[in-house]
C-alpha cells in the first residue's frame, strides 16, 4: 500500500533556452512582476515550501507573501500568514548569519545525522562568538538511507503526519531531479522569461544524471498564459 506525502507542485521560473541561473550561479533574479506574484500566489497556496542548500545559499534570504489579498485569504482559512519554509541539505552547512534566518517565517530543516550534528555545532559555534539573536530551525528532521543519503521518499511521508499537506517546490536542479526520479512530484508550473543564458555550466530546471527518453516523466498541460513577454506553463505530470 503506498505512503501518504503531500500533494507536491514545482514552481520554477528559466530563461528562453532553459537556464533557472547563469553559468556563475547568481541569484535568479530575471523574472517579472508579474512572475514574482505568480510565485507568491503559488506559495500562498501552500502548507509549506522545500528548497535546496544551493538555493537558499545564492539568495541568501526566502520569498515571503506581502500581498494583502493572499494574506488575507490565507486568515480566512485559519492558516498562519507564511507557509513553513524547508531546507533540506545533506550537509547541515548553512550560515547562520544568512538574512533568512531574521526573516519571519516558520523554518525547519531536513538533513542526515550527521548533517544535523554539523549544523548544531556550527550554530553554537556562531552564537557562542558572535552574540547572535537570531531564530534556529524549528525543527530538525533526520531521515537518510542505508548509504546515508537523505531519504526524501521518507521525508515526506512525515511531513503528512506534520499536517503538510500541499508543498511546493522552488528548486534548485539537483533537488527536483531527485525528486522526479522518486516519482514525488505531482505538478508543474514554469516560467518562460524572455532572456538568454547559455552555458554549459549553468542549472536548469532539472539537474543531476538526466532521464533517456524512454522512461522520461511525460506531462499533460494544463494550461497557458502570456503575459507580456513572459509565458506561464501549468503542467500535471503522468501517472
Given amino acids: 500500500m503506498q505512503k501518504l506525502r503531500p500533494y507536491t507542485t514545482i514552481v520554477l521560473a528559466m530563461s528562453a533556452d532553459g537556464k533557472i541561473a547563469d553559468y556563475m550561479?547568481?541569484?535568479a533574479r530575471f523574472g517579472s512582476k508579474a512572475d514574482k506574484a505568480h510565485l507568491e500566489?503559488?506559495?500562498?497556496?501552500?502548507?509549506?515550501?522545500?528548497?535546496?542548500?544551493?538555493?537558499?545559499?545564492?539568495?541568501?534570504?526566502t520569498l515571503?507573501?506581502?500581498?494583502?489579498?493572499?494574506?488575507?485569504?490565507?486568515?480566512?482559512?485559519?492558516?498562519?500568514?507564511?507557509?513553513?519554509?524547508?531546507?533540506?541539505?545533506?550537509?547541515?552547512?548553512?550560515?547562520?548569519?544568512?538574512r533568512f534566518f531574521e526573516q519571519p517565517v516558520r523554518r525547519w530543516l531536513i538533513?542526515?545525522?550527521?548533517?544535523?550534528?554539523?549544523?548544531?555545532?556550527?550554530?553554537?559555534?556562531?552564537?557562542?562568538?558572535?552574540?547572535?539573536?537570531?531564530?534556529?530551525?524549528?525543527?530538525?528532521?533526520?531521515?537518510?538511507?542505508?548509504?546515508?543519503?537523505?531519504?526524501?521518499?521518507?521525508a515526506l511521508e512525515h511531513l503528512v503526519n506534520l499536517g503538510i499537506n500541499r508543498l511546493a517546490v522552488l528548486g534548485g536542479g539537483e533537488l527536483v531531479a531527485a525528486m522526479l526520479e522518486l516519482g514525488l512530484i505531482d505538478?508543474?508550473?514554469?516560467?518562460?522569461?524572455?532572456?538568454?543564458?547559455?552555458?554549459?555550466?549553468?542549472?536548469?530546471?532539472?539537474?543531476?544524471?538526466?532521464?533517456?527518453?524512454?522512461?522520461?516523466?511525460?506531462?499533460?498541460?494544463l494550461s497557458v498564459n502570456t503575459v507580456e513577454d513572459e509565458v506561464f506553463l501549468h503542467y500535471r505530470f503522468k501517472s
Fill in 25 to 27: 550561479r547568481s541569484p
Fill in 41 to 61: 500566489k503559488q506559495i500562498a497556496g501552500s502548507d509549506a515550501v522545500l528548497f535546496g542548500a544551493g538555493t537558499l545559499r545564492a539568495y541568501n534570504t
Fill in 64 to 98: 515571503t507573501i506581502s500581498n494583502l489579498a493572499l494574506l488575507q485569504y490565507r486568515n480566512q482559512l485559519g492558516y498562519p500568514p507564511q507557509p513553513i519554509h524547508i531546507t533540506i541539505s545533506k550537509s547541515g552547512d548553512l550560515d547562520p548569519d544568512m
Fill in 111 to 154: 538533513s542526515t545525522s550527521q548533517g544535523a550534528r554539523f549544523w548544531q555545532q556550527h550554530q553554537e559555534e556562531f552564537t557562542k562568538h558572535q552574540y547572535n539573536s537570531k531564530q534556529q530551525f524549528e525543527k530538525v528532521l533526520v531521515f537518510e538511507t542505508q548509504s546515508e543519503q537523505i531519504d526524501i521518499t521518507a
Fill in 187 to 221: 505538478e508543474l508550473w514554469l516560467s518562460i522569461c524572455p532572456l538568454i543564458l547559455g552555458g554549459q555550466t549553468a542549472p536548469t530546471p532539472v539537474d543531476g544524471s538526466g532521464f533517456i527518453s524512454a522512461i522520461a516523466p511525460r506531462l499533460r498541460l
